[in-house]
């Protein structure tokens, strides 16, 4: 399970709070940040480390896709990536999640990249055969 603490979070009132109709809220931002020390293997940020935990944060965003969203002026959500200064403001969050080394954090990325591929590959001769089958020879003139 994984535990966390924003108690060294500077203003983490405002920071990782909101107030809503039904109380006093998690900002979605913190909460994936939370996440993401388990997903990246970086288990809190500091100062020192903040780029860092942005750099594997925004890498592991572009393989496996948007984990925050906005809505757009028609209602509609919108992926957006988790930004440095979204980490910054964060120093002092912590929790126990797994450490990775920067090289097992990019092995098991590119990892991530080859089992996409893969997939992708299947669905591609699957769609090869489809076509194959379906298509028609043209009639002798």
Not at 7 to 33: E, P, W, Y
Not at 34 to 43: A, C, L, Q, V
Not at 54 to 72: I, M, P, Q, S
């Amino acid at each position: 399970m994984l535990d966390w603490s924003l108690k060294n979070v500077t203003n983490q009132s405002t920071v990782c709070f909101h107030v809503d109709d039904t109380g006093i809220q998690m900002q979605a931002v913190t909460r994936q940040l939370i996440f993401f020390t388990e997903r990246i293997g970086m288990s809190r940020i500091t100062i020192e480390n903040h780029v860092e935990f942005w750099k594997r944060a925004n890498t592991w965003e572009r393989v496996h896709g948007h984990c925050l969203f906005v809505t757009d002026a028609d209602d509609k959500p919108v992926g957006c990536f988790i930004s440095l200064h979204d980490v910054k403001v964060h120093v002092g969050l912590s929790t126990n999640a797994r450490r990775l080394t920067e090289h097992k954090f990019y092995d098991e990325i590119i990892e991530a990249l080859v089992q996409d591929v893969e997939v992708n590959l299947r669905s591609e001769r699957e769609k090869c055969e489809l076509l194959s089958i379906a298509k028609v020879t043209p009639p002798n003139p």
